[in-house]
């Protein structure tokens, strides 16, 4: 039984009163129970210590991640938070490549790969978002699109940098537009994920790896989404801004576990 992974991107949402209120809602409703599902919050980089000081005194478990991390270790960046500064702030994990940081800010594959390796050598764990555009679907591209990701950003690492990679399936036309991939679309690309890093690291490594989807994940669909083969939990953007609809994906998560 493989337990399943649930994480929160609030992406550039909550005052910094609203988000410790959002923290404190989940841990009172949440208190005490005992879960297999793993939990993840990625507050904006100003919580981050916040929310990792509440992570400790809760008596209900999650770590925090940060939704970015520069691609340089330090210096003269202005404006950019380096994986030293997160990891140092509390967080454990960060995204990296998520589609909006691809489409706003023009992150390259190359880019990415140079931000997955300084996240590694700074012990912080990358949530590595891959994802195709509509466009690039309805062109029967997607696959393609998936493997140039994997393959630029991700397969020059050697297989115990790789072991602590978590990857996320974002379809680019799937979020934050209440569209959700359908769970056949999704259970197959994530099939198709899994098969590469067979390939690549090895059918025991493609086991361990966890792929997660994201894309209007919410308490509706996430069961049916949970219970596919390959999908081991979500990342979850707009539904993880409501305490009681994250909570209800957790759920979802654990009956899917428990389902397995
Ligand atoms: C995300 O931002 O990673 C995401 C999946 O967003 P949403 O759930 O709002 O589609």
């Known amino acids: 039984m493989k337990n399943k992974i649930v994480i929160g991107n609030w992406k550039m949402n909550n005052s910094f009163t609203e988000a410790e209120e959002l923290l404190t809602s989940i841990a009172n409703i949440m208190e005490d129970m005992t879960l297999e599902t793993e939990i993840v919050i990625c507050p904006a980089f100003p919580y ?3 929310a990792a000081d509440l992570a400790e005194d809760n008596s209900f478990p999650y770590y ?77 591209n997607h696959f393609t699109v998936i493997e140039n990701q994997l393959k ?22 799937a979020i934050g537009t209440g569209i959700t991939a359908t769970p056949a ?36 669909n996430a069961l049916d989404l949970f219970l596919c083969k390959d999908i081991d939990g ?5 539904a993880s ?7 209800e994906i957790i759920r979802a998560a654990e009956t899917s576990t428990k389902n397995d």
């Not at 197959?188 to 994201?214: C, D, P, W």
């Not at 801004?241 to 909570?247: S, V, W």
């Open 185 to 220: 679309q999704a259970q197959e690309m994530h099939a198709f994920i899994r098969s590469l890093v067979a390939e690549k690291y090895g059918t025991e490594q493609a086991y361990n790896t966890y792929i997660l989807y994201g894309g209007s994940c919410n308490s509706k």
């Open 48 to 50: 981050l210590e916040m």
């Open 241 to 247: 801004l409501t305490a009681n609809e994250f909570i």
């Open 234 to 238: 979500g990342l979850i953007g707009g």
């Open 64 to 140: 925090i991640g940060a939704q970015n991390v520069s691609s340089e270790e330090k210096g003269a960046y202005t404006g950019e938070v380096s994986a030293l500064m997160i990891k140092s702030s509390g967080a454990d994990f960060c995204i990296i490549g998520h589609s909006e940081r691809r489409m706003y800010f023009h992150e390259t594959n190359v880019c990415l790969r140079k931000k997955t390796d300084i996240a590694i050598v700074n012990d912080l764990i990358p949530i590595f978002c891959v994802g195709e555009q509509l466009v690039e679907r309805e062109a029967q």
């Open 152 to 173: 630029e950003s991700l397969f020059h690492l050697d297989r115990s940098g790789f072991e602590r990679v978590i990857l996320a399936y974002e379809p680019v036309w």
